[in-house]
């Protein structure tokens, strides 16, 4: 048996929603935590990507 998280009706509902016939609370709050710390990795790597200057980055033809 897992932990009891008290959750209201609307709140229970909406969380019903994003998951799919048969899935269970702990599924539905695996895949939405996974979607977002996959949307952090991505914005921290546009991030870092966007501070890049062309002194940070190498031409192809010179890694030969």
């Known amino acids: 048996m897992g932990t009891t ?3 209201t009706g609307p709140v229970r509902d909406r969380l019903r929603t994003y998951g799919t016939a ?3 609370y702990d ?3 695996t895949l ?3 979607q977002v ?3 952090t990795f991505l ?3 546009r991030r870092r990507i ?3 200057t062309d002194k940070d ?3 192809l033809e010179d890694i030969r």
Do not use: F, K, N, S
């Open 50 to 52: 966007a501070r890049l």
């Open 27 to 29: 599924q539905i709050l």
């Open 5 to 7: 998280i008290p959750l």
């Open 37 to 39: 710390d996959r949307r």
């Open 32 to 34: 939405l935590m996974d």
């Open 43 to 45: 914005e921290e790597t």
């Open 57 to 59: 980055l190498v031409d």
């Open 22 to 24: 048969g899935m269970t």
